[in-house]
């Protein structure tokens, strides 16, 4: 069975410090995959898709930037981290990417810049 | 442009009680619309989804949702909730190539 992991669980960060998330996937090759981050009260905002190694596309303008590395493998980075970078970050996986398709959520990481 | 509009933000309701969670939403094309739930600390997880036949469509944990094309809505409900179903309920359509999610509503389960 499939399975999709993220680290850190949490994480405390100063303005202005590099960050590095990680993601996973198991059982499944060429998944399409995804960052989204949860901000309280405005729902899930995609930031990055990837449907092969080294095939990034950006949804929004930020400081931030992703990367895979690998077939089952998506990092989130940022140089400078602003007080804005503050929520939760999930990566998700769908087999298709194609409207019809599920995507599989990770248990997310919880990311507090100070 | 597609898009999907969570009436309301939080929904209090008593255990065994019946509970409805709204959703509209926007599409000029084929419409494809989602529910996922989000327990406390945790990833999204798919309750169910319509992609085309019959307008009820029954997911896990006894939940259903009904889509109305006329009224544009794919509103969530269950006859009877738990303490489990604590969470939050998101609502998507698919749409410029990608899933779009509502802002999300919480449901708060009162004993």
């Known amino acids: 069975s499939q399975t999709i992991h993220q680290w850190p669980a949490t994480l405390v960060q100063p303005v202005g410090s590099p960050l590095s998330l990680e993601c996973t996937v198991e059982?499944?090759?060429?998944?399409?995959l995804y960052w989204y981050r949860q901000a309280a009260g405005r729902g899930l905002q995609l930031l990055f898709y990837?449907?092969?190694?080294?095939?990034i596309s950006s949804e929004v303008p930020q400081n931030l930037s992703a990367s895979r590395p690998q077939d089952r493998q998506f990092i989130l980075s940022s140089k400078k981290l602003l007080l804005s970078d503050s929520g939760f970050y999930l990566c998700?996986?769908?087999?298709?990417?194609?409207?019809?398709?599920?995507?599989?959520f990770g248990p997310g990481t919880r990311l507090t810049v100070l | 442009a597609q898009s999907v509009t969570q009436l309301d933000s939080q929904v209090p309701v008593f255990e065994e009680a019946p509970v409805e969670l709204r959703c509209n939403y926007s599409?000029?094309?084929?419409?494809?619309l989602f529910w996922y739930v989000q327990y406390p600390n945790q990833g999204l997880q798919l309750l169910l989804k319509?992609?085309?036949?019959?307008?009820l469509v029954k997911g896990i944990n006894g939940f259903e949702a009904e889509f109305n094309k006329s009224q544009t809505s794919f509103h969530l409900r269950k006859p009877s909730v738990h303490i489990s179903d604590t969470a939050e309920y998101f609502c998507?359509?698919?749409?410029?190539?990608?899933?779009?999610f509502g802002k999300g509503t919480r449901l708060h389960i009162l004993p």
């Open positions: 998507a359509v698919w749409g410029r190539g990608k899933i779009i």
């Open positions: 059982g499944t090759s060429n998944p399409n």
């Open positions: 998700a996986w769908s087999v298709l990417g194609g409207g019809t398709d599920t995507q599989y």
């Open positions: 319509y992609l085309s036949g019959s307008t």
């Open positions: 990837s449907v092969g190694i080294g095939q």
């Open positions: 599409s000029s094309v084929s419409v494809y």
